[in-house]
């Protein structure tokens, strides 16, 4: 199973100051945005996880601007700018290229 | 508009048997690769199970060969029937959809909570 591992696990962020979340795969995922099934998830506290990028880099519907992502082969970041008090929660990276899928341990985004 | 609505979830001794549901509206479940998360209240996301568009399935070991992942079609309906119950299957159960994004789980429901306890 490919292992997938976030640092940090938790991230004091000032307001409006920018964040990165790091995601490292235990074997490659690829290298093109086009088929390299690596998304982020944020979850808020009472809520269920919510897709914010797949496919390494694309932007689900209705997600701000301020979030984008990139990487390739085992190596990814998820990253916030302009952090905003609603951004508070956990981000999860997963991947889905190959069964079984796995997340990462999550990453706590705190408000310094 | 999609919506993803889970049920069946409760209080069961350890060694007993549920059956959670996953009513879909919007979309046609057998079209979509549907997925099975959970959650232990407090702690990160682990993957239960997963069936494809092709109904191929997998699971995580830690759940193979006590959970099933099936649709009703008829129902649209995503369902996972577990047995052999343990304490460490405390947890609120998701399911997900990849409707729009080809990967990526854009749909979440809302998530049952399954306590086994004696």
């Known amino acids: 199973d490919i292992v997938m591992t976030q640092t940090p696990l938790s991230s004091p962020v000032i307001l409006g100051q920018s964040a990165s979340i790091s995601c490292r795969s235990s074997?490659?995922?690829?290298?093109?945005?086009?088929?390299?099934?690596l998304s982020w998830l944020q979850q808020r506290p009472g809520q269920p996880p919510r897709l914010l990028i797949y496919?390494?880099?694309k932007r689900f519907s209705g997600v701000p601007d301020r979030f984008s992502g990139s990487g390739a082969g085992t190596d990814f970041t998820l990253t916030i700018s302009r952090v905003e008090a609603e951004d508070v929660g956990v981000y999860y990276c997963m991947h889905a290229t190959q069964f079984p899928y796995t997340f990462g341990q999550g990453t706590k985004l705190q408000i310094k | 508009e999609v919506q993803l609505v889970e049920s069946g979830g409760g209080l069961i001794q350890p060694g007993g048997s549920l059956r959670l549901s996953c009513v879909a509206s919007?979309?046609?479940?057998?079209?979509?690769?549907m997925i099975w998360v959970r959650q232990v209240p407090g702690k990160g996301l682990e993957f239960v199970s997963v069936i494809s568009n092709d109904g191929s399935t997998s699971y995580a070991d830690s759940v193979k060969g006590r959970f099933t992942i099936s649709r009703d079609n008829s129902e649209n309906t995503l369902c996972l029937q577990m047995n052999s119950l343990r304490a460490e299957d405390t947890a609120v159960y998701y399911c997900a959809s990849s409707v729009t994004t080809g990967g990526g789980f854009d749909y979440w429901g809302q998530g049952t909570l399954v306590t086994v306890s004696s």
């Open positions: 496919r390494i880099s």
């Open positions: 919007g979309f046609i479940v057998s079209r979509k690769y």
């Open positions: 074997q490659s995922l690829g290298y093109s945005d086009a088929d390299t099934d």
